[in-house]
């Protein structure tokens, strides 16, 4: 069995920078991508930024330019460095990762941790 466990969501206000972390762990040959997602209040969730295991980035539009996605494969760990953070950007963050085991690839999610921007 696959764990992705989140970290680092917080309260923070218009401007202001936080750092989620998300760890997987169990039987795992590769990770590729990783992810997160967000879904904030009332809205589905939608796509932040993913990267693979070669380090190629995606970014969705709101964020780029604010936000940086980055790993340690060595870790089996995704970061996700948000700057200027706008109250918009206010959400449940979800850890995502396709896992390759011995036996089959498949899609997990972490159980999302808190991101509130306001004044």
């Known amino acids: 069995q696959v764990q992705l466990v989140e970290s680092g969501g917080a309260s923070v206000q218009p401007g202001g920078s936080l750092r989620l972390s998300c760890v997987a762990s169990?039987?795992?040959?590769?990770?590729?991508?990783m992810g997160w997602y967000r879904q904030g209040p009332g809205k589905q969730r939608e796509l932040v930024a993913t990267?693979?295991?070669?380090?190629?980035?995606n970014y969705a539009d709101a964020v780029k330019g604010r936000f940086t996605i980055s790993r340690d494969n060595a870790k089996n760990t995704v970061y996700l460095q948000m700057n200027s953070l706008k109250p918009e950007d206010t959400a449940v963050y979800y850890c995502?990762?396709?896992?390759?085991?011995?036996?089959?690839?498949?899609?997990?999610w972490g159980q999302g941790t808190q991101v509130t921007v306001s004044s």
């Open positions: 169990g039987v795992i040959l590769s990770l590729n991508p």
């Open positions: 995502y990762a396709r896992v390759r085991g011995y036996v089959r690839t498949s899609d997990y």
């Open positions: 990267i693979t295991s070669g380090g190629t980035t």
